[in-house]
T-cell receptor
């Protein structure tokens, strides 16, 4: 089992550029979550998909952030335009079902916006 | 979401037991108590969860107070690889996909 796969693992970009983070959930998992972790705010949920449909995007900070899940094995989180305050580690997690006890996290993408 | 309170940091020696406390005085009857941990430069990983009874698995034990207002995660023999931030999280059994992470407890394990 490969676990949750995220790419890239590290991203450095300049303010104003578009950033796309990618996630492949564990095969067979129906729920996918995007989290962001910063020193100031800790780990916070950005958006949650169930069966490829966004269910809760109340954590998405603003319109510059968008997320898609075109199929059960792929999701993207896009930031356009990026700003220095978007610098953080972004985690993707998946679970078998929405309220299944275990969420499995990927290794994260460390984003630095200069 | 009901809140949890954990010490900011704790220290332990290798091969000794570690008791990580968590207070959750506003817990509701349908809240499960979950523990996750985050090793350095990794994503969080599930450790254990319970509702009312004490629970054991290969990683740890979870002791839940009778009134459920507090719980303790027990690592029976700490190793250097157990050094991590440990998060105690309440999760409603009905709702609820949400994991709301607090600041957690940073566990340092001394050789």
């Amino acid at each position: 089992d490969a676990g949750v796969i995220q790419s890239p693992r590290h991203e450095v970009t300049e303010m104003g550029q578009e950033v796309t983070l990618r996630c492949k959930p564990i095969s067979g998992h129906n729920s996918l979550f995007w989290y962001r972790q910063t020193m100031m705010r800790g780990l916070e949920l950005l958006i949650y998909f169930n069966n490829n449909v966004p269910i809760d995007d109340s954590g998405m900070p603003e319109d510059r952030f968008s997320a898609k899940m075109p199929n059960a094995s792929f999701s993207t989180l896009k930031i356009q335009p990026s700003e220095p305050r978007d610098s953080a580690v972004y985690f993707c997690a998946s679970s078998l079902a929405p309220n299944q006890e275990t969420q499995y996290f990927g290794p994260g993408t460390r984003l630095l916006v200069l | 979401d009901a809140k949890t309170t954990q010490p900011n940091s704790m220290e332990s020696n290798e091969e000794e037991p570690v008791h990580l406390p968590c207070n959750h005085s506003t817990i509701s009857g349908t809240d499960y108590i979950h523990w996750y941990r985050q090793l350095p430069s990794q994503g969080p990983e599930y450790v254990i969860h319970g509702l009312t009874s004490n629970v054991n698995n290969r990683m740890a034990s979870l002791a839940i107070a009778e009134d459920r207002k507090s719980s303790t995660l027990i690592l029976h023999r700490a190793t250097l690889r157990d050094a991590a931030v440990y998060y105690c999280i309440l999760r409603d059994v009905g709702s609820n996909y949400k994991l709301t992470f607090g600041k957690g407890t940073l566990l340092t394990v001394n050789p």
